[in-house]
């Protein structure tokens, strides 16, 4: 369903109300249409700073180079000793920050080196380098801060300023979301420098467009410390992926993004949807599987259907779901067990079953959760319990995974426009578009090329961990 407000306010008799009245203008979001293929940062520079002991320089450069990146600094800048050192290293060119009139293209993103903070006092250097370039951010510009995790900080004081980031890119995201920028931070664990490539990529290009204001840790991937990255270009080329709610909505988008990324699709869906489940598989070249996910046998006729044909699942996607909205002192048991046995007992036993038989060595499995499953929602007891059960298991099950070279997440979407939505009444339909620091509601496609991004082996250093694609939703943490 199309944001009429959007586009109203977007109409030059709609522009001129929206400024009489004081009413919001949502931006227009610029969204990802190529594949992975493309260089995302081709033609754009990337303005690169750092704190006094910077520690991630080398790896950030190299990432930034590899997406194809023009690389800008600030003179006399805290952190540009090990900038500059880490150009060297790498022979990259730096070139300066041009000035406002001169007429050159304006930076695509900022990104700063935070690994090195190791007191309150040295937050001013965070200040000093944002203070002045946020005000000539683009529209669609990108803000990623680069940190290290607080698990892997040394010390009390480390630990203490990598959580102080937090606060940090959560209030700047709601500050620069008006003209459809965002702001993100990426944690890195011990090893995860190694795995940058696609975390930075994501959120640096449009693939990320209403992912804004969240925190995702980075850690070690497969291959015990050897350093190999599988480059995110083509890495999902030929893989075998089971999308579970996949004839409409945004089981069809995550279906048709991974097929855009060159991923073989089984989509599964429920028996009654088995003529829409038909017509998404026939536009993308999928094979349909009509079966319902609670069945008690699921796992095996996956399993039967997928290994004769395609030798296995590299990626599995958990989108099937319900809501059966009712007050607890109004809900029915009926309510209750058909929520929790689709949207949660389900995975646990579709995955219990793959992992025996079906589950390639290598895969990697998503999960959708939901914020409701972070910040609760009065009539949704039943819907809320399952999704935040869904992020304790990615949680739970990461090291099981890890120990066959693959990993579990999950994606928690926020408001979203899908046929559920539409049917909302309007009141509670307008509030839910805008109550997130990008005043809209996300598309299937938001959800989509999460789930593409950590599906991918290059994500290999993200396990266990839940991105919320919610254009930071006011609700939840």
Aim: aromatic fraction near 4%; include cysteine; glycine fraction near 14%.
């Amino acid at each position: 369903m199309s944001d009429r407000y959007l586009e109203f306010a977007h109409s030059s008799y709609g522009k001129t109300v929206a400024s009489v009245l004081g009413l919001p203008t949502p931006p227009r979001l610029k969204r990802a249409s190529e594949a992975w293929a493309e260089q995302p940062m081709d033609q754009r520079y990337v303005l690169v700073g750092g704190d006094s002991g910077s520690e991630l320089a080398a790896p950030i450069l190299g990432a930034l180079s590899r997406m194809g990146a023009g690389l800008r600094i600030v003179p006399e800048h805290s952190g540009l000793g090990p900038i500059k050192a880490a150009a060297s290293t790498l022979h990259l060119k730096l070139a300066g920050n041009p000035a406002p009139e001169s007429g050159e293209p304006r930076s695509h993103a900022l990104v700063f080196d935070a690994s090195g903070l190791r007191s309150p006092e040295q937050m001013r250097e965070v200040y000093d380098f944002f203070q002045p370039l946020v005000r000539g951010l683009p529209g669609n510009g990108r803000v990623l801060i680069l940190s290290r995790a607080p698990g892997a900080a040394d010390g009390v004081a480390a630990k203490t300023m990598s959580s102080a980031l937090r606060g940090f890119i959560r209030s700047l995201a709601k500050e620069i979301g008006k003209n459809g920028s965002t702001a993100n931070l990426l944690e890195v664990s011990t090893g995860g420098q190694e795995w940058l490539d696609a975390p930075m990529r994501f959120f640096l290009s449009e693939h990320s467009a209403y992912v804004t204001g969240q925190t995702l840790e980075v850690g070690q991937g497969p291959g015990k410390g050897e350093g190999v990255t599988v480059a995110l270009p083509g890495s999902l080329n030929g893989k075998t992926a089971l999308v579970t709610g996949a004839a409409r909505g945004i089981g069809a988008a995550i279906a048709e993004v991974l097929a855009r990324e060159g991923v073989q699709i089984v989509g599964m869906d429920h028996p009654s949807q088995e003529g829409a489940l038909g017509e998404t598989m026939a536009r993308i070249g999928g094979v349909g599987l009509a079966l319902d996910v609670t069945a008690a046998d699921a796992a095996q006729r996956i399993a039967a259907e997928v290994g004769p044909r395609f030798g296995g699942l590299d990626v599995v996607v958990h989108n099937a779901g319900v809501t059966r909205d009712k007050m607890l002192r109004n809900m029915s048991p009926q309510f209750w067990d058909m929520v929790l046995n689709i949207n949660l007992g389900a995975i646990l036993r579709i995955n219990e079953g793959l992992l025996t038989e079906g589950l390639n060595d290598g895969a990697r499995i998503v999960c959708i959760s939901s914020i409701g499953g972070i910040g609760g929602n009065a009539g949704q007891t039943n819907y809320a319990s399952t999704k935040a059960g869904v992020i304790g298991y990615v949680d739970a099950m990461a090291p099981t995974l890890s120990d066959r070279g693959g990993a579990i997440n999950a994606v928690a979407p926020g408001f979203i426009e899908t046929q559920m939505t539409a049917a909302m009444p309007l009141a509670p339909r307008e509030v839910g578009r805008r109550i997130n620091s990008l005043s809209q509601g996300g598309m299937p496609q938001d959800i989509a090329e999460a789930v593409a991004f950590l599906a991918s082996p290059a994500a290999g250093g993200v396990n266990g961990r839940t991105l919320r694609v919610c254009g930071q939703n006011w609700f939840g943490a």
